[in-house]
């Protein structure tokens, strides 16, 4: 199965989800995420602001906050399809922009450069055990990534989850996929192959 059909397939099981069961799974990866040795030693934590049925990072963010963790999100640039993160305090610096995505307002937040973060937490829509992932289509993770040398970490429903996923050479796999029901090391499944 190709990667459109894959994500085609695995955003209608997504839609059907019931907000019973979203907020309820979110709530427990978010618990599992918190206990992170990465998460808990990390002081800049890269994470995208989600829209449903994404993952809820709005709880997760307010719990880094409560940490003193120092959270940085993405801002696009669809010209040159590149990306930078910047720091904010509170969602009223953000703004709505295209497709409804809440983004940093880049005059009143900081920006912060890939050196200085500690964990980047990746989205995408579909996820193999190997941490191939097959994002919005963008590539703006993709490109990001080549600079970013620290842990990657997904937050992902059991039902993003396949078996497996065409890659090519220049995909960059992330390290740990948090489900609601369980931890996958995806950088130690890759040792094993």
């Known amino acids: 199965m190709d990667k459109k059909e894959l994500r ?3 955003r209608q099981y997504l839609n059907r989800m019931s907000n019973q069961l979203y907020y309820q799974s979110s709530f427990n990866i978010k618990k599992q995420l918190l206990k992170e040795p990465s998460i808990i030693e990390g002081d800049t934590i890269a994470i995208t602001i989600s829209n449903k049925p994404e993952v809820d990072t709005k709880e997760i963010i307010e719990s880094l906050w409560s ?14 399809r590149s990306m930078d993160f910047y720091a904010i305090q509170h969602f009223q610096q953000l703004e709505s922009v ?3 995505l809440l983004e940093p307002i880049p005059e009143v937040t900081e920006h912060v450069a890939a050196e200085e973060i500690d964990c980047i937490i ?6 193999d055990c ?3 992932r097959i994002g919005y289509g963008g590539g703006y993770y993709d490109r990001y990534l080549e600079q970013f040398k620290g842990p990657l970490i997904s937050l ?7 078996e497996s996923i065409p890659y090519e050479p220049h995909d960059l796999p992330i390290d740990l996929i948090i489900t609601e029901s369980k931890r996958i090391d995806c950088a130690n499944n890759r040792k094993e192959v």
């Open 67 to 80: 940490n003193n963790k120092k959270v940085v999100v993405p801002k696009c640039n669809p010209k040159e």
């Open 98 to 100: 295209y497709m409804d």
């Open 156 to 162: 992902a429903f059991d039902i993003q989850i396949v």
């Open 8 to 10: 085609k397939i695995v």
């Open 130 to 132: 190997y941490g191939y």
């Open 122 to 127: 990746v989205p995408g829509i579909v996820f």
